[in-house]
């Protein structure tokens, strides 16, 4: 793998996975624990990405949560802050990022955290924020590979549902940014239907350019 200037620069799996976690490293070094420190625009933005994954719990507030790409762990922040007391796992590719939520929110019975890509636990439900978005250099037939690859991982991770969201190619294309990764909505949403079942929703009405599609088991 090559480094240039924070973008990532790599061909498999395991070389996107490391780039990542650097990628992130870099950014939680930064700015520390904020949006900014996860390569979100600001807080507000951020608790609306939050918002749009209560759907999938529907308001089931004892359901364990597995959040894949957890960065410090703010959802079980934003989670706990509206009333969810079910057990949370959080998984980063970024030691830093893990030993940031283990300090900031702590550990214990109700919430561990992990360092990997791939889960070794299930929950009931899986979330992935974010976690699509940095392409940097590496080839769109690849990077889409690995995105369809890591919705498999969570479609195997949460046994009652998943969500997760992507930047979306219905934004102003003077809004895109070249090492960033884009899909477009009904692909997606095509792509989630064949693969796992007719019980999928694409919101992209909550005013940012992305979407978040919720699948739930039928």
């Not at 057990?87 to 929110?105: E, H, K, T």
């Not at 590496?138 to 969500?163: C, K, M, N, S």
Request: charge should be neutral.
């Amino acid at each position: 793998m090559i480094r240039m200037n924070t973008r990532i620069v790599c061909q498999d799996s395991s070389s996107i996975i490391s780039g990542i976690a650097a990628y992130y490293s870099a950014k939680l070094a930064t700015h520390g624990p904020t949006p900014q420190g996860v390569d979100w625009s600001g807080s507000a933005s951020h608790e609306l990405r939050h918002r749009q994954f209560l759907r999938l719990l529907d308001g089931d507030t004892e359901a364990s949560v597995l959040d894949l790409g957890c960065g410090f762990g703010d959802f079980l922040r934003f989670l706990r802050a509206h009333g969810h007391r079910g057990r949370f796992l959080g998984y980063d590719v970024a030691p830093d990022m893990i030993a940031a939520a283990a300090r900031l929110q702590g550990e214990g019975a109700d919430r561990q955290w992990r360092v990997g890509a791939i889960p070794a636990e299930t929950a009931d439900f899986a979330v992935a924020s974010g976690i699509f978005n940095v392409r940097g250099d590496v080839p769109l037939e690849t990077w889409t590979r690995y995105v369809h690859d890591t919705i498999d991982v969570l479609a195997q991770a949460g046994r009652r549902g998943f969500a997760f969201n992507v930047l979306s190619l219905s934004s102003d294309p003077v809004r895109r940014a070249a090492p960033l990764y884009y899909a477009e909505p009904d692909v997606t949403l095509s792509h989630c239907l064949r693969r796992y079942g007719r019980s999928v929703a694409l919101l992209q009405d909550y005013g940012l350019y992305e979407f978040t599609v919720i699948v739930r088991r039928s």
